[in-house]
C-alpha cells in the first residue's frame, strides 16, 4: 500500500506566500521523481516543478523566480515554496510521485490535491 499525501494549500493574498508539503509512504523501495502539478477546472493538468532523485530541481516558466522546489534528505517528502502569489496561481495542486514499490514494481502515484486560492 502506498499514499501520498499533500498539505499546505489555503488562501493567501496576491503578493503572499505558501509552502506545500508532500509525502510519500508505505511499501516503497525507492521513490524517483516527484513533481508538483495545477490543475484549475476545465482545464488540463499542468506541470509546476519537479526535483528528481539526485536533487536536480526544475520549474516551469510562468513561477520561475518565485516557486521553488526542494526535496528532503530521505527522498520521499517534496516541498514547493511559493512567493510573491498571484491570482492566476489560484488552482487545485497535486503532487505526483513516481518510484518503485516494494514489490519491484515501478508505478505512478497522485496525491488527493490541495487548493490554493489566492485572493484580496
Known amino acids: 500500500q502506498v499514499q501520498v499525501v499533500e498539505s499546505g494549500g489555503g488562501l493567501v493574498q496576491p503578493g503572499g506566500s505558501l509552502r506545500l508539503s508532500c509525502t510519500a509512504s508505505?511499501?516503497?523501495?525507492?521513490?524517483?521523481?516527484m513533481s508538483w502539478y495545477r490543475q484549475n477546472l476545465g482545464d488540463e493538468r499542468e506541470l509546476v516543478a519537479r526535483v528528481t532523485f539526485g536533487g536536480s530541481a526544475t520549474t516551469v516558466d510562468s513561477v520561475k523566480d518565485r516557486f521553488t522546489v526542494s526535496r528532503d534528505n530521505l527522498g520521499n517528502t517534496v516541498y514547493l515554496q511559493m512567493n510573491r502569489l498571484k491570482p492566476e496561481d489560484t488552482a487545485v495542486y497535486y503532487c505526483?510521485?513516481?518510484?518503485?514499490?516494494?514489490?519491484?514494481?515501478?508505478?505512478?502515484?497522485w496525491g488527493q490535491g490541495t487548493q490554493v486560492t489566492v485572493s484580496s
Open positions: 508505505g511499501s516503497i523501495r525507492s521513490v524517483e521523481n
Open positions: 505526483n510521485a513516481v518510484l518503485t514499490r516494494s514489490d519491484y514494481v515501478k508505478s505512478t502515484y
